[in-house]
């Protein structure tokens, strides 16, 4: 994902958002029919796992658009409410995803895929029919080969911005593969239960992204919260020392999810804040790259930590709540350099325009 990312966000800031956002989810309706038809026919296993890398590529393509078309539409100031909207209209549909997915494994997996057809159909013509283009190149300087990594390899900022991110990547992945193998394989507890969460997860983020995007907008500032959110983090990891019944995997998800809604919107928004007018795109790539250095050692790391202390899960989580703490101080020592600078880009872009 990192990878075609990478490329892709160098893409859109050469041809623009749109087409990238319209044709790279046709194949996806494809490569889910396909999904849908090896796994109800179980002995198709190479088609499987191809198919499935095949969305993997298809919709890493469209993410850097996505990002950036809602920095080419918002005002510097206004940029964090931006990516809030977009992120609560997004979790609209994530709060009804996990309760729809673990239904339909009920009556079989290959149906979750069937629908993802389905709807991937409905977003490709709302797309078409309703993407205006965000980013013309034409209207600003081009991007030639050498200056991207010219530009962000000489931002110290951006650089400690990047090195952060690879140890959050790290410890949020424990979020992820590590809590669902906890969950379903050392604890056996039911597969709604992941449908529980993660649909409660949504309806959260729907619920207090708002209230949470005025706390954030009336005092500190993104890299401070982000700091402050990573902390809810490790607060909502020390919940998982208890053993994990429905009520302690909810309460652990309400918590991780305030910190949630103070870093995901966070993120854009102070890359696309920093990062040049014509390379919005290719700096989400960049950060997505190298970030991905700390999801997959954070699965791989985390997962094989896990199976160690499968008899000490308590050990573990712990010992993920303190990894997180510490890249929290790392966030909140760098909050004041991104003060200091964030004050500065509304000035830059208005002597631009």
């Known amino acids: 994902m990192a990878v075609i990312q990478y490329f892709s966000g160098i893409f859109t800031d050469k041809i623009g958002r749109r087409s990238i956002l319209v044709y790279s989810q046709i194949p996806a309706v494809v490569l889910y029919l396909l999904i849908y038809y090896t796994v109800a026919v179980p002995h198709y296993f190479i088609p499987l796992v191809l198919s499935w890398y095949g969305t993997i590529v298809v919709n890493s393509v469209q993410y850097p658009a996505v990002q950036a078309s809602v920095a080419d539409i918002t005002e510097v100031q206004d940029r964090l409410s931006g990516y809030t909207m977009m992120?609560?209209?997004?979790?609209?549909?994530?709060?009804?995803?996990?309760?729809?997915?673990?239904?339909?494994?009920?009556?079989?997996?290959?149906?979750?895929?069937?629908?993802s057809a389905i709807a991937t159909i409905a977003e490709v013509v709302m797309l078409y029919l309703m993407?205006?283009?965000?980013?013309?190149?034409?209207?600003?300087?081009?991007?030639?080969?050498?200056?991207?990594?010219?530009?962000?390899?000489?931002?110290?900022?951006?650089?400690?911005?990047?090195?952060?991110?690879?140890?959050?990547?790290?410890?949020?992945r424990q979020r992820g593969s590590s809590l669902t193998v906890y969950s379903i394989a050392i604890e056996n507890l039911p597969f709604m239960y992941l449908g529980y969460i993660w649909a409660l997860n949504g309806l959260l983020v729907v619920l207090i992204q708002i209230p949470i995007l005025r706390l954030m907008t009336n005092a500190g500032n993104p890299m401070l919260w982000r700091g402050?959110?990573?902390?809810?983090?490790?607060?909502?990891?020390?919940?998982?020392?208890?053993?994990?019944?429905?009520?302690?995997?909810?309460?652990?998800?309400?918590?991780?999810t305030f910190g949630e809604d103070m870093l995901s919107p966070t993120t854009q928004s102070i890359i696309t804040s920093i990062?040049?007018?014509?390379?919005?795109?290719?700096?989400?790539?960049?950060?997505?790259?190298?970030?991905?250095?700390?999801?997959?050692?954070?699965?791989?790391?985390?997962?094989?930590?896990?199976a160690v202390l499968r008899n000490l899960t308590a050990t573990y989580w712990i010992i993920i709540a303190i990894g997180s703490i510490a890249t929290a101080v790392m966030y909140i020592s760098i909050s004041g350099q991104f003060k200091k600078r964030f004050a500065e880009i509304p000035k830059t872009?208005?002597?631009?325009s």
Do not use: C
């Open 87 to 115: 992120r609560i209209m997004a979790n609209l549909g994530i709060a009804v995803g996990p309760l729809l997915g673990a239904y339909l494994a009920g009556y079989g997996l290959q149906y979750i895929f069937l629908i």
């Open 131 to 172: 993407m205006r283009e965000t980013y013309f190149p034409k209207l600003h300087e081009p991007l030639l080969k050498g200056d991207l990594s010219k530009a962000y390899r000489s931002d110290k900022f951006f650089i400690a911005f990047i090195v952060i991110g690879i140890f959050l990547g790290f410890f949020m």
């Open 228 to 256: 402050i959110g990573t902390i809810f983090y490790a607060g909502a990891f020390l919940v998982l020392v208890n053993y994990p019944t429905l009520e302690i995997l909810l309460l652990f998800m309400t918590i991780s």
């Open 275 to 306: 990062a040049p007018e014509n390379m919005r795109g290719s700096y989400i790539g960049v950060y997505n790259l190298y970030i991905s250095i700390g999801s997959f050692s954070g699965a791989i790391i985390g997962l094989w930590l896990l």
């Open 349 to 352: 872009v208005i002597e631009q």
